[in-house]
T-cell receptor
Framework: EPEVTQTPSHQVTQMGQEVILRCVPISNHLYFYWYRQILGQKVEFLVSFYNNEISEKSEIFDDQFSVERPDGSNFTLKIRSTKLEDSAMYFC?????????FGQGTRLTVV | AQKVTQAQTEISVVEKEDVTLDCVYETRDTTYYLFWYKQPPSGELVFLIRRNSFDEQNEISGRYSWNFQKSTSSFNFTITASQVVDSAVYFCALSAPPSGSARQLTFGSGTQLTVLP
């Protein structure tokens, strides 16, 4: 069964460092998303991506964040200069029709 | 703007009891989709069900059933004869057409269900 794959599963980084979270969406899906879940809280939308550009973004998705699809298969989320409050689980998702499938998440810990 | 409210933060039941998780949503759109996801302790989000706004039929899948009522903007989830493996956080989510077509999900705050043996 096709699935969304995220790497790494857990990343620890120092405050101020850049991190790149990677995702491989399901191959025939057209819409891709990043969501964030701070520990114990709800899942929040960050950004959606369609046709090689951002289609929607939330107010959380500020200039520190960027997304790209460099090679037609990977979908990455970059945080330029991490802050302590960026510590969270980051979920990638891809959508076909109205079904949205999530990856297993990357737990980012900023120390 | 869309909003999803899950008023029950935590529920504990004893195995084999039935339990209902409440979900109330707000949207101005007439076309929308409602979802339930399960998040076990391992952290992933597991899709359980999708329901569109034009289909108010209740659905049953094994021990799971869903009650969609447009009149009260609710989409409640019932687990019959609960099992320890049902212990997880359950999220209700809403997807409605925004100005574009991204249709991102708006999640509720989740209900932590604990099923005791």
């Amino acid at each position: 069964e096709p699935e969304v794959t995220q790497t790494p599963s857990h990343q620890v980084t120092q405050m101020g460092q850049e991190v790149i979270l990677r995702c491989v969406p399901i191959s025939n899906h057209l819409y891709f998303y990043w969501y964030r879940q701070i520990l114990g809280q709800k899942v929040e939308f960050l950004v959606s991506f369609y046709n090689n550009e951002i289609s929607e973004k939330s107010e959380i998705f500020d200039d520190q964040f960027s997304v790209e699809r460099p090679d037609g298969s990977n979908f990455t989320l970059k945080i330029r200069s991490t802050k302590l409050e960026d510590s969270a689980m980051y979920f990638c998702a891809s959508r076909f029709a109205q079904l949205c499938f999530f990856g297993q998440g990357t737990r980012l810990t900023v120390v | 703007a869309q909003k999803v409210t899950q008023a029950q933060t935590e529920i504990s039941v004893v195995e084999k009891e039935d339990v209902t998780l409440d979900c109330v949503y707000e949207t101005r759109d007439t076309t929308y989709y409602l979802f339930w996801y399960k998040q076990p302790p391992s952290g992933e989000l597991v899709f359980l069900i999708r329901r569109n706004s034009f289909d108010e039929q209740n659905e049953i899948s094994g021990r799971y059933s869903w009650n969609f009522q447009k009149s009260t903007s609710s989409f409640n989830f019932t687990i019959t004869a609960s099992q320890v493996v049902d212990s997880a956080v359950y999220f209700c989510a809403l997807s409605a057409p925004p100005s574009g077509s991204a249709r991102q999900l708006t999640f509720g705050s989740g209900t932590q269900l604990t099923v005791l043996p």
